[in-house]
């Protein structure tokens, strides 16, 4: 700002400059010696025609007519006081310019120039800080209609001069789909995916907005996006609930409920979302003409024990089996060894045997193991942990503690 106000008044003193420099480099005023040199040539030519006139017999009282003519001459010559009065001051006509300039400037500026508005914009601007803490606090503060103008304001003036920062895109984008604004949502998480592609929040966050789209091409691209979140070794919920609405509106219910089921698993009945779930489900299954089996997954969240020394090469291997523990699972899935805690989801489409889905089990164990040396006939080494037997579509837990 101080920037600003220091051009400001460099630009004025210019202009005063530029007004000062014809008044006080004029020149000399030299009226008087050019009216004697005007008169000089005016009566010499006059003097030539009389004699011409005089010659042709013309003009009789040639002396007289030059005594005239000498007599206008001398009338033409102004008296000092009169050169004294008319004679002005170039300073006299200096500070009044240099005043009203100043006061044009500075006074148009004033009415035109929005003033106001650069101020708020600076202080918005020096905000943004606790405006983006705010809107991503825990604490359920909810951000006015006009501080989301002010956040908004301010990314746009930081993206500008930093338009490398996909934190500042991805949270442009996230206001963009609070206000419904599907175009300024895409295109600035867009962004930030082209400078982070393998960052999850960025992948969800484009997803999310690419579902917004009308364009058929937009929605595969976002449930491209939504396949390879579901398949890392942590699936955020919100991935779950983008599946799960998207399956809704394309009258996939039966796939509307699988995820919806999921969700539930993930967060078990007392959470308060668990019955705005069963609506959903309920809601799903009157669209297809009545009532469904839930629970055809299992939701299994897995802890190490401290004890635990697991390879970074090893992988995890979850499997579900029948509740009489017999060894050939009914269901099996691979993942990165990742971190822990960690909750995966196991359902038809990990079932091993063909005639057999997880989801004809009443009852069923889990079993999850750390395999270190990518052959799943040995165990020598590997870390290993299982769950009681449950029923079906109950959520299980296991801690991996125990040494083959």
């Known amino acids: 700002m101080t920037l600003f106000w220091v051009s400001t008044i460099v630009l004025t003193l210019m202009g005063c400059v530029l007004i000062a420099l014809p008044l006080l480099k004029q020149k000399t005023n030299n ?8 008169n000089k040539a005016f009566y010499k030519d006059r003097l030539t025609e009389l004699e011409e006139e005089t010659a042709e017999g013309l003009v009789q009282n040639q002396d007289e007519l030059i005594d005239d003519l000498k007599q206008s001459l001398l009338d033409d010559i102004p008296s000092e006081k009169k050169l ?20 044009l400037s500075y006074g148009m500026y004033y009415k035109f120039g929005a003033a106001d508005k650069v101020v708020h914009w600076q202080e918005v601007s020096s905000n943004l ?27 746009r003036t930081r993206l500008h001069y930093q338009p490398k920062d996909s934190t500042g895109w991805l949270l442009l984008g996230r206001i963009a789909l609070a206000n419904r604004d599907a175009g300024t949502s895409i295109d600035a998480m867009k ?68 995820y919806w089921s999921i969700m539930q698993q993930m967060i078990g009945s007392e959470d308060s979302r668990y019955e705005m779930l069963s609506r959903s489900i309920e809601s799903a299954a009157k669209k297809m003409g009545g009532k469904m089996e839930m629970g055809k997954s299992v939701s299994v969240t897995l802890e190490l024990d401290s004890a635990v020394q697991a390879d970074p090469n090893s992988v995890l291997i979850v499997s579900v089996h029948s509740a009489d523990g017999s060894p ?31 989801s004809s089990l009443e009852t069923l164990m889990v079993r999850a193991r750390l395999d270190s040396d990518g052959n799943v006939a040995t165990r020598d080494g590997d870390w290993y942990g299982e769950s009681q037997v449950v029923e079906l579509g109950a959520p299980v837990s296991i801690t991996i503690g125990q040494q083959y």
Not at 31 to 38: S, T, V, Y
Not at 131 to 142: F, H, T, V
Not at 222 to 237: C, E, F, G, K, T
Not at 238 to 249: G, N, P, Q, W
């Open 84 to 103: 004294e009065k008319t004679s002005m001051s170039p300073m006299s006509v200096l500070v009044p310019s240099v005043v009203l300039v100043v006061a």
């Open 191 to 258: 962004r930030a995916y082209k400078i982070e592609p393998k960052n999850e929040d960025v992948q969800l966050g484009y997803a999310q907005a690419l579902m917004l789209s009308d364009d058929e091409t937009d929605q595969n691209e976002a449930r491209l996006l939504l396949s390879r979140l579901i398949q890392n070794d942590y699936v955020d919920l919100r991935v779950f609930s983008l599946l799960a609405f998207d399956a809704f509106e394309r009258q996939d219910y039966p796939g509307a409920v699988k």
């Open 31 to 38: 009226d008087e010696a050019l009216r004697d040199e005007l």
């Open 328 to 358: 050939m699972p009914v269901a099996a899935a691979r993942y990165p060894l990742g971190s822990f805690p960690r909750t995966v989801v196991l359902d038809d489409g990990n079932s091993m045997m063909q005639g057999r889905n997880l």
């Open 129 to 155: 800080p606790e405006l983006s803490k705010k809107l991503l606090s825990q604490n359920d503060e909810i951000l006015t209609d006009d501080e989301m103008e002010d956040l908004t304001l301010a990314l």
